[in-house]
């Protein structure tokens, strides 16, 4: 059970970074931080340049 929220989860993360490239690449901004409060015990976040 545990393999498949893993997979659930790394599909909502690629669906999330895919949204901050769009919002860069839409507004022209450079540098996006995708940050997830839900990740325990320490917070999760991912730098995305364009």
């Known amino acids: 059970m545990r393999e498949i929220v893993d997979k659930e989860q790394s599909y909502e993360i690629i669906g999330a970074c895919f949204g901050v490239y ?8 450079r540098l996006g931080i995708l940050v997830n409060f839900g990740s325990h015990p320490k917070l999760a976040y991912e730098r995305i340049v364009s």
Request: net charge positive; hydrophobic share 40%; proline share 0%.
């Open 22 to 29: 769009n919002y860069l690449k839409a507004t022209g901004f």
